[in-house]
């Protein structure tokens, strides 16, 4: 009996260990670069007080949302007394609202998109997953430019997908059309186009997707199927020196734009945005009724009632870009200070510097000497860089200039 009772309980242990599966615990232990950084500023914050920590880890923006979004909330509050003011509605999201960013992205795009081409979904992020459920198969493949957004090789996982990193040109990190070309194959479903740029802030030009559009063409009548072009856009309004940002729906027919209001009304916590595809794409009607599906099983079942109904009376309202402007010729100065090699990222709101030594990792832990807290640019795919994100006080960048000038001499003795 006692061999009975020791047996059973080890075999307690053993079905008990095992909490999570083996793939989330190597996504947790490839995903640490981000999460060291925040309990690195944790403890730091403890050790040192606030206002000693220099923060540019995360892209979570500091600035208030716009006045219209407290208006709106007022409305909302009135009206939330009536039944189901806060309801369930349509899976797809308020009828007015698809409207009404029907039409505002029709102006951005400069393409007319009917309503019916518009879902409302759980923030940008919510919007690729139901996408790739939407159209991914287990062994297909999605290409990316790198350095990338690290979560968008878990959200092409989550489906049976495989990211496929293609490396950008060295610095100035521009789309090498060469080198997606290359990557295409019969198993290629989609590629992701970040632009305005996280984490690099390169914006893709006119002649970069018109090349890759006839790569991509190409493609699609070789192997016979679909290749889905993603433009991932919470970006879009963060361009500072007004350059052209076409729209993917010109030159590519299987195309889709998916966006949220995080970064533009500071609503990053409210997790809202959309998915929007190209009226012209073939079988439009099936993909959409099946984007549809997918926000309802995916478990989002519809985007959160109160954001949808802040956009319908501020959705073309946006948070002051001139604050952002100063903020990013800020930190240019402190790096240029410091003897740090950089492109000036046009868009988004992120620098990816060189780091002054190849391992991108131990200037970091120099950074975090002096309480300056990065990333480093292995965490997104792009090793020897770092980066840093300026959606902090100016006064914040200034102040952490010091700081950035000893770990560059650190790291350089």
């Known amino acids: 009996m006692l061999k009975y009772i020791i047996l059973k309980l080890e075999t307690f242990r053993e079905t008990t260990m095992q909490t999570v599966t083996d793939e989330i615990k190597n996504f947790l232990a490839n995903s640490s670069g981000i999460r060291k950084m925040f309990e690195a500023g944790i403890e730091l914050r403890k050790k040192y007080g606030d206002d000693k920590v220099y923060d540019f880890s995360l892209g979570n923006p500091d600035l208030p949302p716009p006045a219209e979004v407290g208006s709106a909330l007022e409305k909302i509050a009135l009206k939330s007394r009536e039944p189901f003011s806060i ?16 039409g505002k992205l029709s102006a951005e795009q400069g393409v007319e998109i009917p309503a019916s081409s518009v879902v409302v979904t759980c923030g940008a992020a919510g919007g690729i997953n139901v996408f790739f459920r939407s159209v991914l198969s287990a062994g297909d493949e999605v290409i990316t430019p790198s350095p990338y957004f690290v979560e968008y090789g878990f959200y092409a996982g989550n489906f049976g997908g495989r990211l496929v990193p293609v490396k950008s040109v060295d610095f100035t990190f521009e789309l090498d059309v060469d080198a997606m070309a290359e990557a295409v194959n019969e198993r290629t479903r989609a590629i992701i186009l970040n632009s305005p740029h996280n984490p690099t802030g390169q914006i893709y030009t006119r002649d970069q997707l018109q090349a890759l559009a006839k790569i991509v063409a190409d493609a699609e009548k070789r192997y016979g199927r679909a290749i889905y072009i993603v433009a991932d856009e919470p970006y879009r309004f963060l361009n500072f020196d007004n350059a052209d940002i076409p729209s ?11 966006g949220s209001f995080s970064k533009s009304l500071s609503l990053a916590g409210e997790r809202i945005g959309y998915i929007a595809a190209n009226p012209a794409m073939e079988g439009i009607d099936d993909l959409m009724n099946g984007l549809i599906l997918c926000n309802r099983i995916l478990g989002f079942v519809n985007a959160p009632a109160v954001a949808q109904q802040i956009l319908m009376e501020c959705a073309d309202a946006q948070v002051d870009l001139d604050v952002y402007r100063a903020r990013r010729a800020a930190m240019a100065e402190v790096l240029t200070d410091a003897g740090i090699k950089f492109t000036m990222p046009k868009g988004a709101f992120y620098f990816f510097p060189k780091s002054p030594v190849a391992d991108d990792k131990a200037f970091i832990d120099a950074l975090v000497k ?21 959606c902090v006080d100016e006064k914040v960048i200034r102040a952490a200039a010091p700081g950035m000038k000893r770990a560059v001499e650190a790291v350089s003795k």
């Open 248 to 258: 993917v729906f010109e030159y590519f027919p299987h195309s889709v734009v998916i």
């Open 370 to 390: 002096e309480c300056v807290l990065a990333v480093p640019g292995s965490a997104f795919g792009g090793p020897g860089y770092f980066r840093m994100a300026f």
């Open 87 to 102: 309801g369930y509605m349509p899976n797809a999201g308020y009828p007015a609202l698809r409207r009404k960013l029907a």
